[in-house]
């Protein structure tokens, strides 16, 4: 069964309501109900089900109407739709299905053959999404690939020039510090390019011991010069005391610190009020492990709760004009990493998103020594 899954049932008739919520409770998913049917998208987007189960007592027009109504908003226009249907392709079941439902069974079905047509729906759903969003990020990888190699190509040229530049200024060290600028940027501009190469390549990930308070630093950094100058709202800071090292790929992990700073600012601003953003590097250690923990903390308005165990679902966004796969990658990635990507709630307020890594034990004791 599809772990935590929330299901909505609208159904004007309470007994038969009733009892279609105990037959899926019983089956192990989460249910909430709306008794009218005008209630029933605004519900929707305030719980984004799995899964929406029109009753058999709502009138065709009603089911016609809430099937366009559901296809037509964004936010939930992918969300599979059942029908309860009194009798075997009825007239309301075949309108409902040219409206946009999914599928349809009969009410008095037994409630194994309810469960599993339900189930069959979600996951269904779930795996064509990631078919679709595999495919994307095929595409994605391929206009990227072909942008870096076209930026390669010059960028070697104003390096070369540069240092062969550099070399005929020795004696003129006024000048040479201009050229040796160039030399930075060029140097910085072709690191950047090998991360961002790094986090759409295909195949195995490329593990190499990483510095965690240098690569935070470092993004931190990127990820600040990539802000509106003025006026700067938000501010972003790496705390990093401590030094750890991890065995990771510094591009794919480059990637998930990212798009975790990436939210938290969208969050902050989208709020209209001023904020912070500080990344945190500490060591844990959990089912008999030591792990390297990075928090990036923001005092925003935080994720509701209801969100908090589907944020990390493909296409899931609570955010108008997102993609809702951004913290579904950056998860996948941290798992390929051999660790795993957690969200809370601040006590006083914010998220905090934690990537938890294996923590390089040979490293670990080489700096307690040093």
């Excluded at 005929?168 to 201009?178: E, H, I, K, T």
């Excluded at 802000?227 to 501010?235: G, K, N, Q, S």
């Excluded at 308005?301 to 296409?315: H, K, M, Q």
Aim: include cysteine; charged fraction near 25%; charge should be negative.
């Amino acid at each position: 069964m599809e772990p935590e899954a929330t299901i909505l049932v609208v159904d004007p008739v309470e007994p038969e309501r009733g009892r279609l919520c105990a037959t899926l409770e019983n089956g192990g998913y989460t249910v909430h109900q709306a008794p009218r049917t005008a209630d029933a998208v605004d519900e929707a987007l305030r719980i984004r089900p799995h899964l929406i189960v029109l009753g058999r007592n709502l009138a065709e027009s009603e089911e016609i109407a809430l099937c366009r109504a559901i296809r037509g908003e964004g936010a939930i226009a992918g969300t599979p739709v059942l029908i309860m249907s009194s009798a075997q392709a009825d007239s309301a079941v075949l309108a409902g299905l040219d409206a946009g439902a999914d599928d349809y069974v009969l009410y008095d079905s037994a409630p194994e053959l309810i469960l599993a047509r339900v189930r069959r729906l979600i996951q269904y759903h779930k795996m064509a999404g990631l078919a679709m969003l595999d495919r994307q990020l095929v595409q994605v990888g391929r206009l990227l690939a072909g942008i870096v190699h076209e930026i390669r190509g010059p960028l070697s040229v104003i390096r070369g020039s540069a240092e062969l530049l550099r070399l005929s200024l020795l004696d003129r060290p006024d000048d040479a510090q201009w050229v040796d600028s160039i030399l930075r940027g060029s140097s910085l501009l072709q690191l950047r390019l090998e991360h961002l190469m790094g986090a759409v390549r295909r195949g195995p990930v490329q593990m190499q011991p990483i510095d965690v308070p240098s690569l935070l630093t470092e993004t931190v950094d990127l990820f600040v010069r990539g802000l509106p100058p003025y006026p700067r709202r938000v501010i972003v800071k790496a705390d990093c005391s401590d030094s750890f090292q991890v065995n990771g790929d510094a591009g794919r992990l480059m990637q998930v610190l990212f798009d975790l700073l990436t939210n938290a600012y969208q969050a902050i601003t989208a709020s209209g009020r001023d904020g912070r953003v500080v990344v945190k590097t500490d060591s844990i250690r959990e089912d008999g492990r030591d792990w390297v923990k990075l928090d990036v903390v923001d005092d925003g308005p935080g994720v509701p709760d209801t969100y908090l165990r589907r944020i990390f679902e493909p296409f899931f966004t609570t955010r108008e004009g997102g993609s809702g796969y951004g913290l579904y990658l950056a998860s996948e990635i941290v798992r390929d990493l051999g660790g795993r990507l957690a969200a809370t709630n601040n006590a006083d307020g914010g998220a905090c998103f934690s990537v938890l890594l294996p923590l390089d034990s040979a490293a670990g004791a080489e700096t307690a020594a040093t």
